[in-house]
């Protein structure tokens, strides 16, 4: 669990954690999870996440049905051959073919739209005290998208 030290409801859950956890002996990992930026990798699936989890769906459905196949279908959709037939078949590419380049794209595109169209504004990357709240937001609710 992802706790925010600057925030005083966090504050309050980490002593209340740490208490039981001391109380029973645990075997405990103690990590400092600051970080001044992240990949283009983490950002967007952070940001996917958080889109998830406000919207009310699972970050799959968020990735192929939304990203994917609404948002930039011009990136993701693509068409292969079955293997036995030759038969031209839809497919989506995956997030880790793209170049850095499409990467960014991608994220441009779905920021925008998440605003616009969904009324879901997510983090801009250099935004780090919005992205860290998110993130300790989306790992408290990890279980719900």
Same mark, same amino acid.
């Given at each position: 669990?992802?706790y925010?030290?600057s +925030?005083i409801?966090?504050? +309050?859950? !980490?002593?209340?954690r740490?208490?039981?956890?001391y109380?029973r002996?645990?075997?405990?990992?103690? *990590?400092?999870?600051?970080? &001044?930026?992240?990949s283009? +990798?983490? /950002?967007?699936?952070?940001?996917?996440? /958080? !889109?998830?989890l406000?919207?009310?769906?699972t *970050?799959? /459905?968020v990735?192929?049905?939304?990203v994917?196949?609404l948002?930039c279908p011009d990136v !993701?959709? *693509?068409e292969?051959a079955n293997r036995?037939?030759g038969e031209m078949? @839809?497919?989506l590419?995956s997030w880790?073919?793209? *170049?850095?380049?499409?990467?960014s794209?991608?994220?441009?595109? !779905?920021l925008n739209w998440?605003s &616009?169209e969904?009324?879901?504004?997510?983090?801009? @990357?250099?935004?780090l005290?919005?992205?860290?709240?998110v993130?300790?937001?989306?790992?408290? +609710?990890r279980?719900y998208?």
């Amino acid at each position: 669990m992802l706790y925010d030290l600057s +925030n005083i409801v966090d504050q +309050n859950r !980490f002593k209340h954690r740490l208490a039981k956890l001391y109380e029973r002996g645990a075997l405990v990992d103690l *990590t400092d999870k600051s970080k &001044k930026s992240l990949s283009q +990798n983490s /950002y967007f699936h952070l940001i996917v996440s /958080y !889109f998830a989890l406000q919207y009310g769906e699972t *970050t799959d /459905y968020v990735k192929q049905e939304i990203v994917k196949r609404l948002v930039c279908p011009d990136v !993701f959709v *693509t068409e292969r051959a079955n293997r036995k037939t030759g038969e031209m078949r @839809p497919d989506l590419r995956s997030w880790s073919d793209l *170049t850095k380049e499409e990467c960014s794209l991608v994220i441009d595109r !779905f920021l925008n739209w998440s605003s &616009k169209e969904a009324g879901i504004r997510l983090p801009d @990357p250099s935004d780090l005290a919005s992205i860290q709240a998110v993130r300790v937001e989306v790992d408290r +609710n990890r279980a719900y998208i």
